[in-house]
Nanobody, 130 residues
Framework: QVQLVESGGGSVQAGGSLRLSCAYTTSGRCMGWFRQAPGKEREGIAT???????RYTDSVKGRFAISRDNAKSTLDLQMDSLKSEDTAMYYC???????????????????????????WGQGTQVTVSS
């Protein structure tokens, strides 16, 4: 059973930065970060494949960076240039499937789907004030 524990959330002003970490007992073939704001559906943000390939949803490209620290067994999310719309509960997730199977492409954008990720952390809150 994969266990995931997020940390690093907090309150920050718009334009600021936060770094989230997700401690894991076992890494999956694909690991990802998601977020859910009150009253909204869970949104996929980024994935990191076991070969190091990363992919981001359009709303965070150029601002967020997903990475893994194998020595510490953590999945990290560096968040820069934060906006008020980034306010949400942030979750990490792990899957034994390839990352590309979790993305759904339309004509205009790609969506990271939460279905198919069987392992989730409890979440860490990020609040960005304007």
């Amino acid at each position: 059973q994969v266990q995931l524990v997020e940390s690093g959330g907090g309150s920050v002003q718009a334009g600021g930065s936060l770094r989230l970490s997700c401690a894991y007992t076992t890494s999956g073939r694909c690991m990802g970060w998601f977020r859910q704001a009150p009253g909204k559906e869970r949104e996929g943000i980024a994935t990191l494949a076991s070969d190091g390939t990363t992919r981001y949803t359009d709303s965070v490209k150029g601002r967020f960076a997903i990475s893994r620290d194998n020595a510490k067994s953590t999945l990290d999310l560096q968040m820069d240039s934060l906006k008020s719309e980034d306010t949400a509960m942030y979750y990490c997730a792990a899957s034994t499937n390839y990352c590309f199977t979790h993305w759904n492409w339309t004509a205009n954008r790609a969506y990271l789907m939460s279905s198919g990720f069987p392992n989730w952390g409890q979440g860490t809150q990020v609040t960005v004030s304007s």
